[in-house]
């Protein structure tokens, strides 16, 4: 992980790096999701919902949900208790959630390395597939003449202009973002269905007898 971080942050600094590997996936997106540059929306569709598939599946597979959720109810309940120790002044009883405070933490520490895990293989991959598509909005889309796309808001949009950062880009987040958050929701809700299953607690409440 820590190869991947470095190797993302050197193909971020040095953009023959990020080419060199953008160059490389083209032998891989181009027949797969280029479509010839004939469908320029559906191809960065397709790449968005790539990464944010694999980088979902990625932080999944390093994150433990139903612990972060127990850590993070814990921590919630702890830090009532020591806000209305602290407005009572009581000594004692902050010293003694002081004390909890250390049981908790190296969940807590845990839950919060998680993510950290996953940034180098994300990084790392998003930075290939943004490079892939810069090449392609700025060869493949140009060689065509099909630069330009319609949206709900426009009928003509200049792929390359830029409104803080390019159309693309930001065609790119619209459309990955809440995909992403989809995927997420999907792989917790199986999680806490699986724990779930395996404590012999139905899914849903059932009616009291």
């Keep these: 992980m820590i190869f991947l971080f470095l190797l993302a942050l050197y193909a971020l600094i040095d953009p023959q790096v990020g080419l060199g590997f953008a160059g490389v996936a083209n032998f891989l997106f181009s027949p797969t999701i280029g479509f010839g540059g004939a469908l320029p929306t559906v191809t960065i569709l397709l ?5 944010t598939t694999v980088s979902s599946i990625i932080r999944d597979h390093y994150t433990n949900w139903v612990k972060m959720a ?39 520490m845990e839950v919060q390395m998680a993510p950290l895990k996953a940034t180098a293989w994300t990084m790392f991959m998003f930075i290939v597939v943004f490079t892939w598509l810069r090449l392609f909005v700025d060869f493949t889309l140009q060689d065509h003449g099909n630069q330009w796309i319609a949206v ?14 390019p159309s693309w880009v930001l065609l ?14 999907v792989l917790k809700y199986v999680h806490f269905r699986r724990r779930l299953d ?12």
């Design 47 to 51: 790449a968005g919902m790539l990464t």
């Design 70 to 108: 127990r850590t993070q109810k814990v921590m919630g309940a702890w830090r009532k208790e020591q806000m209305e120790a602290l407005r009572k002044g009581q000594q004692t009883k902050l010293e003694k959630l002081k004390e909890a405070q250390a049981g908790f933490m190296k969940d807590s």
């Design 152 to 165: 709900p808001w426009s009928n003509h949009v200049f792929l390359n202009s830029v409104y803080v950062f």
């Design 172 to 185: 790119y987040s619209l459309l990955a973002i809440p995909f992403g958050q989809i995927i997420v929701r």
């Design 198 to 209: 395996s404590m012999g607690i139905p899914l849903q409440a059932q009616p009291d007898a």
